[in-house]
């Protein structure tokens, strides 16, 4: 059986839209590090950048969604950029096909068996997240759902459903701090149909009213469960949103 890329471990490589794909932002990438980056701040000059962006797309289509940088160590990362650079220049002493047929199977149980203990990780560590913020807001609740809800403001307007569609301003980040997605930071607010996003918003917004703002701590299986999002929402993760709403439609 010929073994291709594309199916290696393929629930790893399945990623959920930010919030709807055609209504809203997607999440920004973590930003590049300035070490050796030129004047323009980049860190190529300009005739080199559309190859340097190549490369970066390609990882960003493979090994950003798969979370191989959580998967691998430093010495198998470099094995795999070998087997890539020798691939795409044609110097590889093994022939691909035979590579693939021969370890393909291996690499599958490899990833796998290291992505089940990392979301098992991720999501203990959300878990505890949730034990300490609700120990230390008296005033939070947590439904059976899973999601925490704690309002930092009442509202007093319209009650949204998941029919409404809702104006609001919201700031997401992991729980360790990690900003992956903010209206707040952009510095406008965002309108989209409450039926259209992640299980964690709908209850959560539907509890609050227009003018009322709330942090709300969504467990994955109510967020983007062991898929994660991308590659900036880890498989398994627990996200933390502070959401005022402005307005139901």
């Known amino acids: 059986m010929k073994i291709s890329s594309m199916t290696l471990v393929p629930a790893l490589l399945a990623s959920a839209s930010a919030f709807t794909s055609r209504s809203l932002p997607r999440f920004a990438a973590r930003a590049a590090t300035a070490r050796g980056m030129s004047s323009s701040g980049m860190p190529l000059d300009d005739d080199k950048m559309p190859f340097y962006a190549l490369g970066v797309n390609l990882a960003k289509q493979v090994g950003g969604q798969t979370g191989f940088n959580s998967l691998l160590d ?28 021969t370890y393909g199977m291996a690499l599958n149980k490899i990833l796998q068996e290291r992505s089940n203990g990392l979301v098992d990780r991720v999501k203990k560590e959300g878990e505890d997240f949730i034990a300490n913020f609700l120990d230390c807001n008296e005033e939070a609740i947590q439904t059976e759902s899973g999601l925490v809800y704690y309002s930092m403001k009442e509202g007093d307007g319209a009650q949204p459903t998941v029919t409404n569609n809702v104006e609001v301003h919201y700031h997401g980040t992991l729980i360790d701090g990690t900003v992956f997605d903010s209206s707040v930071d952009r510095g406008q607010t965002i309108s989209f149909p409450l039926g259209g996003v992640i299980k964690g918003w709908q209850e959560g917004l539907a509890m609050m009213k227009e003018g009322g703002k709330a942090t709300l701590v969504i467990p994955a299986d109510i967020a983007y469960g062991e898929a994660g999002s991308g ?16 307005k139901v439609n």
Do not use: M
């Not at 470099?78 to 691939?87: D, N, P, R, S, Y």
């Not at 590659?231 to 402005?246: Q, R, S």
């Open 231 to 246: 590659d900036v929402i880890p498989p398994g993760a627990t996200l933390k949103f502070e959401v005022e709403l402005f």
């Open 74 to 101: 430093e010495d198998e990362l470099e094995i795999v950029l070998q087997g890539f650079g020798e691939t795409l220049r044609g110097t590889a002493v093994s022939d691909g096909n035979t590579v693939l047929q």
